[in-house]
């Protein structure tokens, strides 16, 4: 991959595809914009002067069609449980890498089985490469260095606004519940069924536990064996 590969951002019209196609615009870089709804991709393609392309996920061939002379996608249209399967055989077929943004660890799990597969097509498949994995293991890294004897990892953090797809995704999820490890093993368990008191910037908030999606087979479970969920912080009122 170079400055002058072709790639595509999928889902460009959604809160966080806008989010990258306006910085990677920025920065000089001119990916094509792609997604499923006609005026809003072709609107926001025309306001950065990018090529727009618009189908959606559901004939095989078509999406080949858009594919193949790129080299990489960043699949950004969730939900990734949806969407993941139908862009991925899209990419291996075609020979085109792969990257989301999915947090979902179902994603996560099924896109690891999928590495033999990548790997005879030739192509990088990277799934959660946006906000959930990238800022959490990365704090797992930087605390196992200055913590080294730690055996245990609890991460709480306070977020904004939650997109549409991230809403969509959470309401989806919420039957299936979260995991956590423990002795090893992925364990399943109800949304919230931790609270945890936490306190931060001098505000006390309630933390409740959720499912995120660190990698659950790499980075956390080598270097906290018994990590446990994520939280979220609840506002303040509520605490």
Not at 13 to 37: D, H, K, M, W, Y
Not at 43 to 50: K, M, S, W
Request: charged share 20%; net charge positive.
């Amino acid at each position: 991959m170079t400055l002058n590969s072709r790639w595509m951002i999928y889902g460009a019209n959604g809160f966080t595809g806008r989010l990258i196609a306006q910085e990677a615009r920025r920065r000089g870089l001119t990916p094509v914009l792609a997604g499923r709804s006609d005026e809003p991709v072709r609107d926001l393609a025309a306001t950065l002067e990018l090529e727009s392309r618009v189908f959606t996920l559901k004939n095989p061939s078509e999406v080949h069609r858009n594919l193949e002379d790129l080299d990489l996608v960043l699949h950004c249209a969730g939900p990734f449980s949806r969407t993941f399967s139908p862009m991925l055989e899209s990419c291996l077929a075609s020979r085109t890498h792969y990257l989301d943004i999915t947090g979902e660890y179902q994603v996560l799990e099924a896109l690891q089985r999928q590495g033999p597969r990548a790997r005879q097509a030739g192509i990088t498949a990277v799934s959660g490469v946006g906000f959930d994995v990238v800022p959490t293991d990365s704090v797992a890294a930087h605390l196992v260095h200055g913590l080294p004897s730690a055996t245990r990892l609890r991460l709480a953090f306070r977020g904004g606004t939650i997109s549409r797809g991230t809403a969509l995704t959470m309401l989806e999820g919420a039957p299936e519940g979260g995991r956590s490890r423990q002795g090893g093993l992925l364990v399943r368990e109800p949304v919230g069924v931790r609270t945890w008191r936490v306190e931060h910037d001098q505000v006390r908030y309630v933390a409740v536990s959720i499912p995120w999606g660190t990698w659950p087979r790499l980075t956390t479970p080598r270097v906290f064996p018994r990590s446990r969920p994520t939280w979220r912080f609840l506002p303040p009122g509520r605490s």
